[in-house]
């Protein structure tokens, strides 16, 4: 990029963005960013991963190799992450030696532990349910066996690392749910009663200009755990709403005020209490499923965002042009294998559906495989349609 005082003039491709991960998320950021006039290189171990097909070049190892991070570093002129797993020492390293990575290494470090991430809340006085103790492996493995005394019920345990799409979280209520205990290194939490869970998506560009997409309501499967409604926006009072953005915008200044790099898109997840309070429940330093409707929805997708923020252009408008709801098409338990989707023809023929499928060679129970949006100027409209699609479209496999 050549600047002078009047203009800013850009050779193509703008920037080579390296990304590590190469799921959905890494190749719906791909589909904006060879939009939008960027190179894009990508690290993931499956050379026939989604992003395979429109990456720019794909470099084949485990998101942990240091070999192959330093190579996804050299040919980048910014790295950010579609996952959090990774190798952060080996990122700290990079960075320390020039490479431009966000968000930062130090703050997916941070996020990455569940109990660093919950006393980062506490200690910046942001509202989070209670962190009752820690759990280390033994002592996880001394209460299950009934060596150790359980605190009172109900509580969470939720594990330090490697928690994701509904992994790493046991509920236990009652001495019936002892066999749920994870055996880890862990916390337990205070459970909550929860009246409904929301997700504030904030971006931060590298000038400190922060803003937000409307809050939206997220509905989770209660098989799987994983995210199966999203509705935007959230049917919540305005001042509701207000209020969880102002704490979003608090996550976000708290890493700031650590001296961390908080640049990029993140989504702050929430719970609604029966009594009406709004506590942080998880913060993903990344694009996000509670921010797919974008795409459609709004004037700027969560992605082009992440894009704009990491590489210095100015952020987009976050304005929702449309009321939205999006459901994530998961494999249906009982099939494994090469995907079928049925009901196909019931999304096409549906007015305001558009479907998005990742591209995975094969399904599984409970895989992400493709998500729906339906977008319509009438909210209940547009849910009544998602369910309609959400009980005609299944994903299989092949010879079942």
């Not at 960013?33 to 990508?42: L, N, P």
């Not at 209520?173 to 749920?180: G, H, L």
């Given at each position: 990029m050549v600047s002078s005082t009047e203009k800013s003039i850009y050779t193509f491709p703008i920037k080579a963005v390296g990304v590590i991960g190469g799921g959905q998320l890494g190749k719906m950021l791909t589909l904006k960013?060879?939009?939008?006039?960027?190179?894009?290189?990508?690290l993931d171990k499956d050379p026939s991963c989604p992003v395979s097909s429109i990456c720019d070049e794909l470099i084949i190892s485990s998101l942990y190799d240091t070999e192959k991070l330093h190579e996804l570093a050299k040919k980048s002129d910014v790295v950010t992450y579609e996952i959090e797993h990774t190798n952060t020492e080996a990122l700290r390293h990079l960075e320390k030696i020039g490479t431009k990575i966000l968000p930062s290494p130090a703050l997916l470090e941070l996020v990455n532990d569940k109990l660093q991430q919950k006393s980062h809340l506490i200690k910046y006085g942001i509202p989070t349910s209670k962190l009752v103790r820690e759990v280390t492996k033994t002592d996880s493995i001394?209460?299950?066996?009934?060596?150790?005394?359980?605190?009172?019920?109900?509580?969470?345990?939720?594990?330090r690392k490697g928690g994701y799409d509904?992994?790493?979280v046991a509920v236990i209520?009652?001495?019936?749910?002892?066999?749920?205990i994870l055996e880890t290194d862990s916390f337990f939490e205070e459970f909550v009663e929860i009246e409904k869970e929301i997700s504030v998506l904030v971006a931060r560009d590298i000038n400190g200009n922060i803003v937000s997409y409307p809050v939206?309501?997220?509905?989770?499967?209660?098989?799987?755990?994983?995210?199966?409604?999203?509705?935007?926006?959230?049917?919540?009072?305005?001042?509701?709403?207000?209020?969880?953005?102002?704490?979003?915008?608090?996550?976000?200044?708290?890493?700031?005020s650590s001296n961390l790099k908080a640049v990029g898109v993140f989504a702050v997840e929430m719970f609604i209490t029966k009594s009406g309070d709004i506590l942080v429940n998880e913060i993903a330093p990344r694009v996000h499923n509670s921010g797919h409707h974008t795409i459609e929805s709004c004037l700027t997708s969560q992605f082009e965002q992440h894009l704009r923020a990491i590489t210095g252009l100015p952020l987009g408008s976050t304005k929702q042009h449309t009321p939205a709801v999006m459901i994530n098409l998961l494999g249906e338990p009982g099939y494994t294998g090469k995907p079928?989707?049925?009901?196909?023809?019931?999304?096409?023929k549906m007015e305001g559906a558009?479907?998005?499928?990742?591209?995975k060679s094969t399904t599984a129970p409970f895989r992400k495989m493709g998500h729906i949006t339906i977008i319509d100027e009438d909210l209940n409209s547009a849910i009544q349609k998602a369910k309609i699609l959400r009980e005609r479209v299944k994903i299989i496999s092949e010879n079942t």
């Open positions: 960013a060879k939009e939008m006039g960027f190179k894009v290189i990508a001394e209460y299950k066996s009934g060596m150790k005394e359980l605190p009172p019920l109900p509580f969470v345990q939720k594990a509904g992994k790493g209520k009652s001495e019936k749910d002892v066999d749920r939206v309501e997220m509905v989770f499967d209660a098989r799987s755990n994983i995210l199966d409604m999203l509705i935007s926006p959230a049917r919540i009072p305005e001042d509701t709403s207000q209020k969880a953005i102002s704490i979003a915008y608090d996550v976000i200044n708290s890493f700031v079928v989707i049925t009901g196909l023809e019931e999304v096409l558009h479907l998005h499928w990742y591209g």
